[in-house]
């Protein structure tokens, strides 16, 4: 559609932690500064943000991507580590250590404690956690609709090979393969523990299908937009809005900009770039999830492949180095979604 038609009051993003969280922040910056066509600072965004990388470690309940989101778009975010609190303490994590409580490697920070005891305290009181969500939100005013992808325990695991394993290997949850293991074995399957049950949290499917733009930003496929699509009606909802869907991708020049998406499209046996991510996804006029497709530019030659499966796709600058290149980034992703060239 000409993009003049294309007229954006309500955006929804189907968000990991890190990288959409700053590409988020970045749609935002576009949307007050008049950088994205057919929108303005009036257009409202809901963000649908991974709940399967949540687990509980000291009786706490920690959501790291809801987290991730709202501290980055609240402006409580540590920018150098990209999770976490800015000026943050460590004075729990190093009496627990003292104690000797397990496990040692996984951090919480004093600051970033007191979201995560709000929390499992109203969860323990009955609240939900989209309600929970909420309620967090209204001390950070993130500027967005910040939804669970589910209210429903949902856990990804991470299949590893172990020689003292009878079966030859052993699955450990994924906050132990990111953060205890750094990614640096390879991932042999993964497994996202309870999803099959889950209903998606109230509102999800209706932001997805009252939207006028849906947006996969560039989060980790499998990890991050995959589990948000696995939950059982959100593929569905997905492929018949009416609404353009749009992807950017994570892959920039062979490679992740950020975390572990090559590790775990391995897992799956997608090979490791823009297009064959693309690909992976697919084309909604062949039973996939985009319209179109965003790519870097250093993946142009990927482009012609991308249409020939169906999809609009272009390549432009694709790195988040600040508010101003990632508008740009997300004014691009609005021009081919509306059909324009970007």
């Known amino acids: 559609m000409p993009s003049s038609t294309l007229v954006l009051r309500r955006i929804t993003v189907l968000s990991g932690g890190v990288g959409g969280a700053r590409f988020i922040q970045g749609l935002l910056h576009g949307l007050r500064t008049g950088v994205v066509p057919g929108a303005s600072a009036a257009t409202e965004v809901t963000v649908v943000a991974n709940t399967a990388d949540d687990w509980w470690i000291h009786g706490l309940k ?55 005891l709000v929390r499992t305290q109203m969860l323990e009181a ?34 590893i090979a172990d020689a003292d394993s009878p079966s030859g290997r052993r699955v450990v949850h994924f906050q132990e393969y990111w953060v205890r293991l750094r990614a640096s074995v390879p991932a042999e399957a993964v497994v996202v523990v309870g999803q099959d049950a889950a209903v998606p949290a109230p509102g999800v499917l209706d932001a997805i299908t009252d939207a006028d733009l849906v947006v996969l930003p560039p989060s980790n496929p499998v990890v991050s937009v995959g589990t948000i699509l696995g939950v059982p009606g959100v593929r569905d909802a997905v492929r018949s809005t009416p609404a353009p869907v749009v992807g950017l991708s994570p892959i920039v ?21 823009a297009g064959a991510v693309g690909a992976h996804y697919g084309a909604r006029s062949s039973g996939g999830v985009l319209d179109a497709w965003l790519v870097d530019e250093r993946d142009a030659e990927q482009v012609p492949a991308l249409e020939a499966a169906g999809l609009r796709a272009a390549a ?13 980034m997300a004014a691009a992703a609005v021009s081919l979604a509306a059909g324009d060239t970007a």
Not at 77 to 85: A, H, S, Y
């Open 316 to 328: 432009v600058p694709l790195m988040m180095d600040g508010p101003d290149a990632t508008a740009a």
């Open 126 to 159: 009955g609240f939900t956690l989209s309600q929970v969500t909420e309620a967090l939100c209204r001390r950070w005013q993130p500027g967005v609709r910040l939804l669970p992808m589910t209210d429903d325990r949902v856990e990804t695991h991470v299949a």
């Open 253 to 273: 020049g062979g490679s992740h900009v950020h975390g572990m998406a090559a590790q775990m499209l391995t897992s799956i046996g997608v090979e490791v770039g």
């Open 62 to 116: 920690v959501c790291p991507d809801l987290d991730t989101v709202m501290y980055t778009l609240g402006d409580g975010i540590d920018v150098e580590r990209g999770w976490g609190r800015r000026d943050e303490t460590w004075s729990a994590k190093t009496e627990l250590e003292a104690y000797g409580v397990e496990p040692t490697w996984f951090g919480l920070g004093d600051r970033d404690i007191a979201t995560h």
